[in-house]
């Protein structure tokens, strides 16, 4: 079974700096990866996904994320962060042949300084 | 296009009740997903339907959480009894497709005293 690690719980940058969030998966073959976010009272809103392809994937709100497969990651980007994008963020896994192990990882706070 | 539609979004209950949870997926998504999500993690999977048959129920409380999606559209969640640690917001999605992208809706709080 696959399983997803967020390393970290809680990140505060200041807004318009950089943004890095990790993300580590275990599964045996390529899996599809997704980042998704959710705003507090919020359901999940897809940020971007990786199926196949090239490795760097671009999302919504100017997010963009890297697979390495050597690395096992799906690191999340984005060049300069605004005050909206204060949010839980989560990497999911999704694996199988019906996709029935769709595993997310615990969720990385993000707070954002003005 | 509408999205996925769940109620009630707010519930309190006693432990030992029972609550039901409704979705209605996204029209024409053959894949539905319930999710309990527990405050400061990830959400975890109770139960997959393709249509209106059963994909992955391996982590669904059976002797206390059912699921149905009759006609295969909409579903209905239900705990009974409940207990404390049953609280936790219960996130619905559907998917066009088996292994693509999930679409959530809100969720529905449930809070149990």
């Known amino acids: 079974a696959q399983s997803v690690t967020q390393p970290d719980i809680h990140i505060t940058v200041s807004e318009g700096a950089s943004l890095e969030l990790r993300c580590n998966y275990s599964?045996?073959?390529?899996?599809?990866l997704f980042w998704y976010v959710q705003s507090p009272g919020q359901g999940l809103q897809l940020l971007l996904k990786?199926?196949?392809?090239?490795?760097l994937v671009q999302g919504i709100k100017g997010f963009e994320a890297e697979f390495k497969r050597s690395q096992s990651s799906f690191n999340l980007r984005k060049p300069s962060v605004h005050w909206s994008d204060a949010a839980e963020y989560f990497c999911?896994?999704?694996?199988?042949?019906?996709?029935?192990?769709?595993?997310f990882g615990p969720g990385t706070r993000l707070s954002v300084l003005p | 296009e509408a999205g996925v539609a769940q109620s009630p979004r707010y519930k309190i209950i006693e432990k030992r009740q029972s609550v039901a949870f409704w979705c209605n997926p996204i029209?024409?998504?053959?894949?539905l997903y319930w999710y309990q999500q527990i405050l400061g993690q990830g959400p975890k999977l109770l139960i997959q339907?393709?249509?209106?048959?059963?994909?992955?129920d391996s982590q669904l409380p059976k002797d206390r959480f059912s699921a149905e999606r009759l006609k295969g559209v909409d579903s209905t969640l239900k705990i009974q009894p409940a207990k404390l640690e049953d609280s936790a917001v219960y996130l619905c999605?559907?998917?066009?497709?088996?292994?693509?992208?999930?679409?959530f809706g809100e969720g529905s709080r449930l809070t149990v005293l």
């Open positions: 999911a896994v999704g694996a199988g042949n019906y996709g029935q192990n769709f595993v």
């Open positions: 599964y045996g073959a390529t899996p599809y």
């Open positions: 990786y199926f196949s392809g090239d490795t």
């Open positions: 339907f393709q249509n209106n048959g059963v994909v992955d």
């Open positions: 999605a559907s998917s066009p497709d088996r292994a693509g992208e999930l679409f």
């Open positions: 029209s024409g998504h053959a894949t």
